[in-house]
């Protein structure tokens, strides 16, 4: 059973900078689509960042110059790097993969997923 297990969020303080990563076991992660998306408090779960097979990347307007994500063959197939955080960054980030994705920052395109690390970002 392919899994993904997000690691590296923590408290930071607006303007600071997070690196998370996205580990992978029971399948090879190298082909496929990786994504990252935030869910704030009380609302929905929304696309970030997204690398195809291609490395085609793709940012949501909120993230573009601040957040970059990357995707290598290793054994942690995607990492996002965060920088000039916000406030409204605060919230859970879940990487998320599938072999395909139509539009690679919906959700629904996603059959895996990970548990989620939380990131807080305090003034």
């Known amino acids: 059973q392919p899994q993904l297990m997000e690691s590296g969020g923590d408290s930071v303080q607006a303007g600071g900078s997070l690196r998370l990563s996205c580990a992978a076991s029971?399948?090879?992660?190298?082909?496929?689509?990786m994504a990252w998306f935030h869910q704030a408090p009380g609302k929905e779960r929304e696309g970030v960042a997204a690398?195809?097979?291609?490395?085609?990347?793709n940012y949501a307007d909120s993230v573009k110059g601040r957040f970059t994500i990357s995707k290598n063959r290793a054994k942690n197939p995607a990492y996002l790097l965060m920088n000039n955080l916000t406030l409204e960054d605060t919230g859970m980030f879940y990487c998320?993969?599938?072999?395909?994705?139509?539009?690679?920052?919906?959700?629904?395109?996603?059959?895996?997923w990970g548990q989620g690390t939380q990131v807080t970002v305090v003034s």
């Open positions: 998320a993969s599938d072999s395909y994705a139509e539009d690679t920052l919906r959700a629904d395109e996603y059959n895996y």
């Open positions: 029971g399948t090879t992660f190298s082909t496929y689509v």
């Open positions: 690398i195809d097979n291609d490395g085609v990347i």
